[in-house]
Antibody, heavy 122, light 110 residues
Framework: QVQLQESGPALVKPSQTLSLTCNVS??????????WNWIRQSAGKGLEWIGR???????NYNPSLKSRVTISVDTSKNHFSLKLSSVTAADTAVYYC??????????????WGQGTLVTVSS | QSVLTQPPSVSAAPGQKVTISCSGGTSNFGNSYVSWYQQLPGTAPKLLIYENNKRPSGIPDRFSGSKSGTSATLGITGLQTGDEADYYC???????????FGGGTKLTVL
């Protein structure tokens, strides 16, 4: 059974860089069938896609966050990472990692991490 | 404000049927399939429907999906109190090269 687990600091100071890692277990991160996503959710709000990476390291980012986001993959460690720079209180949210499975005809998020709350505060 | 539009809330009595709509545009719904996710309170989202109308293993047939043009609909029959959750539609936008989520719909089973 595939499992995803987010890890990283729960508290980040304003203007600093938020860094999270998603460890993938029960399956290999190295497959052309998958993209690896970061998605966040502010308290009481909806889901917001941050970006994705594939096993080759190719990325796509939410246009509204693109200038501050870097997502990378480390196949040797079977994990992928998120860096969000110049954070403000508006970046306080639960951050989820999720696997996007792409079959012959469609793609969808089939496995999600439990989520980790990151608070931006001094 | 989300590019995909969902009603903020819907409600119905136990045993009844409810539908949740999701409307988008040609650059997303016109080119891509729609997925639906259920988020129970305090938990991560869970895949409910993919490829517009397909259910993953383990999802009961009380849940159904459809898509027509630039709109999609999630249907839930035989409502149970355990169905109370937030429901999100999702698709890929080819012009933005971005994954889009609807704003979410809170289902209350009265």
């Amino acid at each position: 059974q595939v499992q995803l687990q987010e890890s990283g600091p729960a508290l980040v100071k304003p203007s600093q860089t938020l860094s999270l890692t998603c460890n993938v277990s029960g399956g290999s991160i190295s497959s052309d069938t998958y993209y690896w996503n970061w998605i966040r959710q502010s308290a009481g709000k909806g889901l917001e896609w941050i970006g994705r990476v594939d096993t080759s390291g190719s990325t796509n980012y939410n246009p509204s966050l693109k200038s501050r986001v870097t997502i990378s993959v480390d196949t040797s460690k079977n994990h992928f990472s998120l860096k969000l720079s110049s954070v403000t209180a508006a970046d306080t949210a639960v951050y989820y990692c999720a696997r996007r499975h792409c079959g012959r005809t469609s793609c969808f998020e089939d496995y999600w991490g439990q989520g980790t709350l990151v608070t931006v505060s001094s | 404000q989300s590019v995909l539009t969902q009603p903020p809330s819907v409600s119905a009595a136990p045993g009844q049927k409810v539908t949740i709509s999701c409307s988008g545009g040609t650059s997303n719904f016109g080119n891509s399939y729609v997925s639906w996710y259920q988020q129970l309170p305090g938990t991560a989202p869970k895949l409910l429907i993919y490829e517009n109308n397909k259910r993953p293993s383990g999802i009961p047939d009380r849940f159904s999906g459809s898509k027509s043009g630039t709109s999609a609909t999630l249907g839930i029959t035989g409502l149970q109190t355990g169905d109370e959750a937030d429901y999100y539609c999702e698709t890929w936008d080819s012009s933005l090269s971005a994954l889009l989520f609807g704003g979410g719909t809170k289902l209350t089973v009265l």
